[in-house]
């Protein structure tokens, strides 16, 4: 069952961070893909900072959170 809820997760938070950042996803694939690096890098960041996600919707901000950040450096890496 963790599973299937870090899966829609990830779909979850790399939809919104596509939205966020580009103005449309880029599809369920990469969504899904973004979604977890953004999980991992957003769990870190959050680290970091000292903060903790608590649930399912603490969770969806630290993924969606990472998810952003993660696709920024990616654009701003195509960019150099």
Do not use: E
């Not at 997760?9 to 103005?23: D, E, Q």
């Not at 599809?27 to 973004?34: F, H, N, P, R």
């Amino acid at each position: 069952m963790w599973l299937i809820w870090t899966i829609i997760i990830g779909i979850l938070a790399g939809f919104l961070a596509g939205k966020i950042v580009k103005g449309h996803g880029m599809g369920l694939g990469i969504d899904l893909l973004v979604g977890i690096g953004g999980s991992i890098l957003g769990g870190w960041i959050f680290g970091l900072l000292g903060l903790a996600a608590v649930g399912l919707i603490g969770r969806l901000v630290m993924s969606v959170v990472g998810a952003v950040v993660l696709l920024l450096l990616v654009r701003a890496l195509k960019r150099a």
